[in-house]
């Protein structure tokens, strides 16, 4: 059965986002798994030389446990008052993990069918406590499966419009197929759209773009795609306006991994543009494998 794995601190964003992926989960008919992951005291040198009480350990667990029961409590209350009319009504359970975020998502959707990974952010700043600075980047960087984030201004109310961005690479033709499986349980659009420099031809009239386009059209069996293509000064700045003038109600984008030092010093255009959500954002790892893409 297919899963969307949501990751909690318990913090009001987390729970807004863990209600989210609840009625997503219902429209797509996946079930739900959540999961809280307590950071190990390891990631400094100085802490592989401390022992770590196991009291300590046990307290953290029990803690996590606790708080995890009392969510997929609440989230089953929302289902026995909103599942009628045989609406599915997804399956609810949790885990409790100690270690590292992003190798804890990978082991989890290594053993189960994940579809999605689901986190909460804080709009005007990006990622909350539990995902800020390195573990972010971690999270974006190293997940084997697509990245929901969710602002924690979001409602769900289905999804009408996508906007994939995308720089018109081949293998984005599978993230493209994969993206019209989701889509096609609400019927959306998907607008595909390339971000070029107000001097460079990006229109239908380019070479490249008739290429993707004319893949598109041979080996996705979607009607609702169409192409626009959108020209700024920067990516990011351009993505903000695609956010803020169009309606869409999610923002699709392929993670590039860049060489150490590029990625060091300028990050990646994802990771930029989780940092200052106003919509919800779905990452999908860059890869060349067509079978690791999900099947919504």
Not at 140 to 160: N, S, T, Y
Not at 190 to 203: F, Q, R, S
Request: aromatic content about 8%; charged content about 20%; some cysteine.
């Amino acid at each position: 059965m297919k899963t969307i794995l949501v990751l909690t601190d318990f913090s009001i964003r987390a729970d807004h986002a863990a209600h989210y992926a609840l009625k997503l989960a219902q429209k797509i008919k996946a079930n739900v798994l959540l999961c809280n992951v307590f950071l190990i005291p390891s990631t400094t040198p100085m802490a592989t030389q401390i022992a770590w009480p196991m009291e300590n350990f046990e307290m953290l667990e029990e803690g996590s446990v606790n708080d995890l029961t009392e969510i997929t409590s609440r989230l089953n209350n929302t289902l026995d008052i909103e599942t009628i009319g045989g609406k599915f009504r997804p399956n609810i359970d949790f885990c409790s993990k100690a270690g590292f975020v992003a190798d804890t998502i990978n082991e989890i959707a290594s053993s189960h069918h994940v579809v999605m990974v689901v986190i909460g952010t804080h709009a005007k700043h990006g990622f909350g406590s539990f995902l800020s600075g390195d573990h972010a980047k971690d999270v974006i960087e190293k997940a084997q499966a697509p990245v929901l984030l969710v602002p924690d201004q979001a409602e769900f109310r289905g999804f009408r419009k996508f906007a994939f961005a995308t720089d018109l690479t081949q293998t984005d033709i599978d993230v493209l197929h994969s993206l019209a499986g989701l889509a096609k349980h609400f019927e959306a659009e998907i607008m595909v759209t390339n971000i070029a420099a107000e001097n460079e031809n990006n229109d239908l009239s380019e070479p490249r773009v008739k290429i993707f386009l004319g893949l598109v059209s041979s080996k996705i069996n979607y009607p609702n795609i169409y192409y626009r293509a959108v020209k700024g000064k920067n990516i990011t700045n351009s993505l903000d306006w695609v956010t803020e003038h169009i309606d869409i109600d999610l923002l699709v984008m392929v993670h590039r991994k860049k060489g150490f030092f590029q990625g060091l010093f300028e990050g990646s255009i994802t990771q930029k543009m989780a940092g200052h959500l106003t919509k919800p954002l779905l990452i999908f790892p860059c890869s060349e494998v067509k079978d690791a893409m999900p099947v919504f």
